[in-house]
């Protein structure tokens, strides 16, 4: 279930800053992206992009394979003005684990997260999924001072 703009006012106007999608992604599709860390940069950034984030930067890193007989995974990071997409994968596994935050400080940016994770998901093509949705940056009640 995907949280709604009201899910960000809290009762007695507290609100939450941004949506944190965590997902374990299991028997994913064979194939590149699981491989390549280019080609799950270009994806990841693009991705992103598309929805109009704003990426100030990444960092993605190629793994050798463990045993010299099959492929390594690739791990990387986009960070961006409102946060962050992180993404590592095990093709020995077919499988991915996968962050994306992002913060609505100026404004409610819930369905550009919500449209990178599925963007992704439709590329990496798992079989199962484990997603768990976390509201992030409550604000703490004020208390009133005692004169």
Known sequence: MSPSSADFCLEGGIEVKGLHIIADLYNCQKGDLLVSSEKLRTLCVKACQD????????????????????????????????????????????????????????????GKAETVYSTLLKALKPADVLVERVMRGRDLPLKKRVA
């Open 51 to 110: 929805v109009g984030l704003t990426v100030l930067g990444e960092h993605f890193y190629q793994f050798d394979g463990a045993d010299g007989t099959q492929d390594g995974g690739a791990t990387g990071a986009v960070v961006l003005a409102e946060s962050h997409l992180a993404i590592h994968t095990w093709p020995e596994r077919n499988g991915a684990t996968l962050d994306v935050y992002v913060c609505n400080y100026t404004a409610d940016n819930t």
